[in-house]
């Protein structure tokens, strides 16, 4: 008979309770077996907990402080994973219900990533559209930037670009944010992106002076007639 520790823990059979009445030499409890498997037992407890002399105080915990050896910490550094599931965490007294995803994304970046716009009353032809967005909780953030080609073709209606992530608010019109528009390659026009509620696309709005400023939507002639060297660009935000 011998000890089980550390393999796994040992049971009655190797630590077995001596009662008053039991003889040195009776089954399983024979003097010189039990003994041993006491020794054997120590010996694997002090390997495992290793050597250096310190004693437990509130919040300190045994950590390895070398081959063989180990000292209580009250502040222990990790130079591996340390691993909490979602919930289960606790700072100070209050309980952080985000998730490991959630939390990420306050680190200081965010994840950008690549997407195709479903464009509406544009045919791109050899153009171009580079689109990227990322998330920070409910909020989207997006670019797009649209470079025309020779033959890429335009509607006499208002040119549309799908939204990355469906929008989440009550607004009809939203005013994600801005950018400029150089339809033949040489004049420049500020911009404006109108998010649609209904149709979850962004519209790009040009100021244009007639008896008063009116916004029009960026079309095939407007704010100038398009020609191959046409380019766009917008970026801005929404609720998601």
Known sequence: MATN????L??????????????MDDSGKEHDVVHTNHSGAIIALET??????????SGAVLMGTGSGTSAWDTTPTFTGDVTIPDGDLILGSTAVTSTAA???ILDGSLDWTSWTPTLTNVSLGNGTV???????GDVIFYEIEFLCGSSTSFSSTSMQFSMPV??????QFIGTGNGWVRPNGVTIYAIQAIGIQSTNRIVPYYMQQYTSVQVISVRETLPLQWTSSGTMFMAGSYRA
């Open 5 to 8: 520790f550390p393999g796994s």
């Open 10 to 23: 040992d049971t009655s059979t190797q630590q077995p309770t001596i009662a008053s009445s039991d003889e």
């Open 48 to 57: 495992k907990l290793g050597s250096t002399d310190s004693n437990p105080s």
């Open 102 to 104: 959630e939390l990420n």
């Open 130 to 136: 580079n689109a990227h967005y990322a998330r920070l």
């Open 166 to 171: 469906d929008y989440a608010g009550e607004l």
